[in-house]
Nanobody
Framework: QVQLVESGGGSVQSGGSLKLSCTIS?????MGWFRQAPGKEREGVSI????????RYASSVKGRFSISRDNAKNTLYLQMNSLKPEDTAMYYC????????????????????WGQGTQVTVSS
């Protein structure tokens, strides 16, 4: 059973930075970050596979966010720079226990395991 625990959210001003962490227990083919703003659907932010060979970013965060993993600590990170008010959302760490087709890799429905979420608020 995969278990995920996020931390690192908070409130920052526009242009600031935050680093989210997700401690993972268990094995997964893909893991990454999703977010959900009030009144909006959950969307993929960044995904990587277990080897780090496949990394994908949403176009809205490309160049500003960076996903990484510390295998020794079993921790997944999301470094978020140049934050904008539109980045405000609840951020979730997720993991897929089965391989996910490339076309579905940013789809929330492809992931079986979820953390509790951590709030990120960016003020203008």
């Amino acid at each position: 059973q995969v278990q995920l625990v996020e931390s690192g959210g908070g409130s920052v001003q526009s242009g600031g930075s935050l680093k989210l962490s997700c401690t993972i227990s268990g094995d997964a083919y893909h893991m990454g970050w999703f977010r959900q703003a009030p009144g909006k659907e959950r969307e993929g932010v960044s995904i990587r596979d277990i080897s780090g060979g496949i990394i994908r970013y949403a176009s809205s965060v490309k160049g500003r966010f960076s996903i990484s993993r510390d295998n020794a600590k079993n921790t997944l990170y999301l470094q978020m720079n140049s934050l904008k008010p539109e980045d405000t959302a609840m951020y979730y760490c997720a993991a897929a226990s089965r391989p996910v087709a490339w076309g579905k890799i940013m789809s929330p429905g492809a992931y079986q395991h979820w953390g509790q979420g951590t709030q990120v608020t960016v003020s203008s």
